[in-house]
């Protein structure tokens, strides 16, 4: 690999990489890869389709197709595709769509990264030497990309899986890092019981299963820890503070008969003069007169029902002091019926209001009532305070950082200049024409008469002798001009008039260029009649001409299902192969695209040939994007093929190849024009 690479290349190495070493690896042979380059990397699908071969698709960053890559940003996409390969090789996806059910994707998965790349790093992955190397990079910067970025803290208790994740790569792998080595300092200390039982049986995971296994431990873990309570805020002193003096009576003769005071002293200065407030007493210490029952009315005995036929206080049924429905103790306050003053209830009892009744217990003010609530003189509710777990481990909080190179694909799409959305479109044509399939082979059942199709439209001598000179191997002669020697050149009029010292030219011997040509035919269904016996007609003459140079060649034809190859590199140009190219007939829709990928991969198999040349002949629009195949062209030219145009009665034909290309509007000219083309492209240094 060169020390600058493109981001086609990359894609194309990573598909091939994961094709080749998935098998040699003990994967299905028939399994197929796609390559998705979209925003949003670190992720790999498998999709297995009923009685089928799996379907892998690799998410890759999206890279602008025109930049090159250094030698170390390529590394990182070589160790992703290998960190991802692995996750297709070992990793059950049952499994993984276990997690995601239970809601501990998240940590499963930063678990299963750390189980697939230590079998790697003993050697299970089969011919990659370096996987290890390529692994341990891809870690070093993702972590040193998490833990400089701003506001990163590895007590984050949304980082809790990446954490782990890091921990394991440390300390059970012994990847270096920029993880600090005082990690357990910087946690959360309530962490630590659940790092300790991750390290402890890490060693023992032998399946994506027991991965889960253990992501349920530690969630089940962390809800038995209890997280210790938050720090209370510091109450700041009152921005007015005042002198206050309260006065309290005592609730019960136990406490005394002096009244408490308690005095709140804040600024001397702006404070004005104490307050004297008086507390209300309670109703137990109420006037012995305001318990006796009103005028012409007999207290009830206590225990019985009153006369209007209503039940008594609860405090008598239960044998605890009133207590209303809610649960709420009602203490011995009492209850205003109308706007005019409150008057106390009657006793229920010859023991003082303010005193508990019988079967109320030891003191009614520790007494415990229903709904967990006491009863007695203070109303202050008990709740059980809840106990929250050491940490929250589910994919409700969690936020795994996964072996993404998102980074490097921003700053690439920056430094070319490109939005987020047109590199995303790049992405798009690219993926579409590393995934095509191949089309299926045909092959023809029938002959034609050469002479008669040939004779269709005229072969001009002058052309096809161009062409023989233009392929002509082993030599060639050239001409070197603006010499200062060798003979005048007349072209150079110009520097003969001024006076210039390089006016004279010479001939030297051009090193032999072996060339090997494709043309492929449209045989769509609007190709019919006139057109397509042109085109096949301009396949004669071309033959002749390319037989004539001593040039290997092919012939194809396509539609939107099927390539047929009537004359192939391997058979030479005789009469069989002349007929089966006079027998041509049109088929259906329009699938350029991926005939030119296979024509130009077996271009690509042709060996000791230093030019490779693709002339694809169409009379309309692809069904593929127009973009698509001129990144096609672009990704073969890097390659090394040439893949050159001919409309025939059509527009836009310069957009499907990259502005390689040349439209035709009459038939009977086919033949000279596609000649010219074909001699034009030899001609170009």
Not at 200 to 223: E, Y
Request: charged residues 25%; aromatic residues 6%; glycine residues 8%.
């Amino acid at each position: 690999m060169s020390n600058m690479v493109s981001p086609m290349e990359l894609y194309h190495a990573a598909r091939e990489t994961c094709l080749r070493l998935y098998v040699a690896n003990g994967g299905d042979a028939k399994a197929k890869w796609n390559i998705r380059p979209y925003p949003g990397t670190a992720a790999i699908a498998c999709h297995r389709p009923p009685y089928a071969p799996p379907v892998f698709t690799l998410c890759m960053p999206s890279f602008p197709l025109n930049v090159r890559l250094p030698r170390w940003k390529s590394d990182l996409v070589a160790a992703y595709t290998v960190h991802e390969l692995l996750h297709a090789l070992w990793t059950d996806w049952g499994a993984v769509r276990q997690s995601t059910v239970d809601g501990l994707h998240g940590l499963t998965n930063a678990l299963e990264d750390n189980r697939i790349e230590a079998r790697a790093s003993k050697g299970d992955l089969l011919q990659v030497s370096e996987a290890r190397k390529l692994l341990v990079a891809l870690n070093a910067h993702i972590a040193k990309r998490a833990l400089s970025s701003t506001g990163y803290a590895l007590d984050d208790a949304s980082q809790f899986s990446f954490v782990l994740g890091l921990v394991i790569f440390a300390e059970k792998l012994a990847y270096p890092s920029e993880l600090p080595v005082d990690w357990r300092a910087r946690v959360k200390p309530e962490w630590l019981p659940l790092f300790d039982l991750a390290l402890s049986r890490f060693d023992a995971l032998a399946s994506t299963w027991d991965t889960l296994q253990l992501a349920r431990d530690l969630k089940a873990l962390a809800a038995t820890l209890a997280k210790p309570a938050p720090k209370p805020a510091p109450v700041a002193p009152p921005s007015n503070p005042v002198r206050l003096k309260i006065v309290s009576t005592p609730s019960s003769e136990s406490e005394g008969s002096m009244p408490h005071e308690r005095e709140i002293v804040e600024n001397e200065d702006d404070a004005p003069e104490p307050v004297t407030v008086a507390k209300p007493a309670p109703a137990g210490d109420a006037p012995k007169d305001a318990q006796k029952p009103a005028d012409g009315q007999d207290a009830p005995d206590a225990g019985e029902d009153s006369d209007d036929g209503e039940d008594a206080p609860t405090g008598e049924k239960d044998g605890l002091r009133g207590e209303d429905k809610d649960g709420f103790d009602a203490g011995d306050a009492p209850k205003p019926a109308k706007p005019e003053p409150a008057k106390p209830e009657p006793a229920t009892s010859d023991k003082p209001a303010g005193e508990p009744h019988e079967g109320a217990g030891d003191s009614a003010a520790q007494q415990d009532g229903p709904g967990g609530y006491r009863t007695g003189d203070v109303q202050e509710p008990v709740m059980p305070e809840p106990v929250e777990p050491a940490e929250d481990v589910t994919d409700a909080t969690q936020s795994y950082q996964e072996a993404n190179l998102d980074d490097l694909a921003r700053d690439a799409a920056k430094e070319a200049g490109l939005s987020e959305h047109a590199v995303q479109r790049e992405a798009v044509q690219a993926s579409t024409v590393l995934n095509v399939d191949a089309p299926r082979d045909l092959e023809v059942k029938r002959g034609g008469n050469p002479r008669r199709v040939g004779a269709a439209i005229a072969s001009p001598a002058k052309l096809r002798r161009h062409l023989t000179l233009a392929v002509k191997s082993p030599e060639r002669v050239g001409v070197e001009r603006r010499q200062v020697s060798g003979r005048l050149d007349m072209r150079n009029l110009v520097g003969i008039m001024t006076g210039s010292p390089t006016i004279f030219r010479r001939r030297i011997e051009e090193e032999g260029r072996e060339a090997a040509v494709t043309l492929l035919l449209d045989i769509s269904g609007s190709m019919a009649g006139g057109r397509l016996e042109a085109a096949k007609a301009l396949a004669l003459h071309m033959g002749d001409a390319l037989k004539a140079a001593g040039v290997r060649f092919e012939i194809a034809a396509f539609d939107d299902r099927f390539l047929v190859t009537p004359k192939p590199f391997a058979k030479g140009w005789a009469n069989e192969t002349q007929r089966a190219v006079a027998g041509l007939s049109t088929l259906s829709g329009t699938g350029m695209l991926p005939a030119m990928k296979a024509c130009a991969e077996r271009l690509l198999k042709v060996g000791n040939v230093s030019r490779r040349i693709l002339i694809a002949l169409t009379d309309g629009q692809d069904s593929f994007d127009a973009g698509a195949n001129a990144t096609l062209c672009r990704w073969y030219r890097q390659r090394g093929v040439e893949i050159v145009g001919i409309g025939l009665m059509t527009h836009g034909v310069q957009d499907n190849f990259d502005g390689r290309a040349v439209s035709v509007w009459d038939c009977a000219s086919l033949s000279s024009a596609g000649l010219s083309q074909l001699v034009k492209v030899l001609d170009q240094a």
